[in-house]
């Protein structure tokens, strides 16, 4: 039996359910003080820095302006809509254009959770920025006051601006923003928020004390706009050639894995490079979308609930599924979710409902309890892959932590962090496999 204190949830051994021993309506709320952190990252030969929740006392710059869970949740749907918008525009072969909406509804970045601390120029300046595996153009200010540690490239011996007609600059797309005192520029296109524009260039960064990238390509934002948690930018992680997983390819392999930890309130691990053995993990294989290579994909097979296979017919699973650091509630196809909501109420029939709270329905009222006992959560992958998830990823805020994704034909669903929690999750684009080692944080 493991003890998971910020929650306080165990682990029954006998079903794998978890028992609370607080409201877990203050799941979201961070201990005043940082948890020893209990990390066991697989063995590599790459790099490992540590991954911190930006709203909690492990973060470097810990943020006073943590939104509600309504908040929250709202800024959750608007994320999963970009992620899924990029996926219709991408059959077309188009950018998105309905992604801007008004800033008073909230940001996409909103929900991105995870930071982590690394160096950048020389001598090296410290920038905490925060993991998207939902993009690919690194950034972070440069002419802005919006950064908790400004970066100025023009103190750094080691900074230089690429040209327009740079293989870099070419490389950048539709992310390109044209060109300026011949230097190029970068625009990356936020829902809600103002864009991210300004000069495309490299610099040394500084991963470890041993362990530095030599012309790293990241944008200077130059443009005022403010993204909540005082971080100093983001670092991307997605599939296509601009981010630092793709970048670093003939060093780590074009292979790398995170460990979200299962609360604010203690940290994980972001590791660049494959594990030297894959003992303790299971693997599904990878899948791509060459419209839109940002995005690393698996396919679910079925759900289980409390060991019990839900039987959900494989076709329903047909549009494939898109693992994401950046989305908090993982969405399933409507008729996934109805089966899991079903089940997983059945099983929670000593319990009150209680009324829906923003895009979750599967809701109770734990008022006065002490403790209460859930069902576990399997999620079954292709090749029969089953990964348990851990206590600490099946509810938020009293709620089922998923919804259902009301998406046209052709656009996946979206795995998100909070059922990733624990969990080691291994992305392998040379291997093309995703890889869960479980309790590794």
């Not at 309506?25 to 948890?35: G, Q």
């Not at 190029?184 to 809600?192: F, K, L, M, P």
């Not at 650091?325 to 059945?346: D, E, V």
């Not at 292709?382 to 009301?406: P, Q």
Request: hydrophobic share 35%; glycine share 10%.
């Amino acid at each position: 039996m493991s003890s998971v204190t910020q929650l306080l949830l165990l682990l029954l051994c006998s079903c794998h359910s978890a028992i609370a021993r607080a409201r877990l309506d203050d799941a979201l709320k961070a201990e005043a003080v940082c948890a020893q952190p209990q990390v066991s990252p697989s063995s590599s030969s790459g790099a490992t820095v540590r991954l911190s929740h930006r709203y909690g006392p492990c973060s470097p710059a810990p943020s006073t302006d943590e939104p509600t869970i309504t908040e929250l949740l709202h800024s959750d749907q608007l994320r999963a809509n970009y992620v899924q918008r990029k996926f219709s525009a991408g059959k077309n072969g188009t950018e998105p254009s309905d992604l801007t909406v008004p800033t008073t509804l909230g940001s996409a970045l909103g929900t991105l959770q995870y930071v982590i601390t690394v160096g950048i120029g020389s001598p090296v300046v410290i920038q905490t920025m925060m993991v998207d595996t939902a993009n690919d153009v690194s950034w972070v200010y440069c002419r802005s006051s919006n950064g908790s540690t400004l970066f100025e490239p023009s103190k750094s011996t080691t900074y230089t601006p690429f040209s327009c007609t740079a293989p870099e600059c070419t490389q950048l797309g539709n992310r390109g923003n044209g060109c300026a005192n011949s230097e190029c520029q970068y625009n990356v296109d936020y829902a809600a928020v103002a864009n991210s524009t300004g000069t495309y260039g490299s610099d040394t960064l500084t991963l470890t004390s041993s362990e530095t990238v030599t012309g790293f390509q990241f944008g200077c934002r130059e443009n005022e706009g403010v993204i909540a948690g005082k971080t100093d930018g983001i670092m991307g992680l997605g599939g296509d050639v601009q981010s630092l997983v793709s970048q670093t390819a003939t060093t780590y392999g074009q292979a790398f894995s995170y460990c979200f930890p299962p609360t604010n309130s203690s940290s994980g691990f972001l590791t660049l490079g494959a594990p030297s053995s894959m003992a303790g993990f299971v693997s599904t294989p990878m899948l791509r979308w060459g419209a839109v290579p940002t995005f690393y994909g698996v396919l679910l097979q079925d759900i289980a609930v409390d060991g019990k296979l839900l039987n959900i017919p494989p076709s329903v699973f047909s549009d494939r599924s898109v693992m994401s650091a950046g989305t908090i509630i993982s969405r399933l196809p409507p008729a996934a979710y109805a089966a899991l909501s079903t089940a997983f109420r059945a099983g929670m029939a000593q319990y009150t409902a209680a009324p829906p709270r923003s895009i979750l329905d599967t809701c109770f009222d734990f008022t006065g309890l002490d403790s209460i006992t859930i069902p576990s959560i399997t999620l079954v992958f292709d090749g029969g892959v089953a990964v348990d998830l851990d206590g600490n990823g099946i509810l938020i805020a009293g709620c089922l932590a998923f919804a259902a994704a009301n998406t046209p034909d052709g656009v996946p669903s979206i795995i998100g962090n909070v059922q990733q929690r624990t969990i080691e999750v291994l992305l392998d684009v040379g291997q093309s496999v995703v890889g869960f080692r479980p309790g590794a944080c």
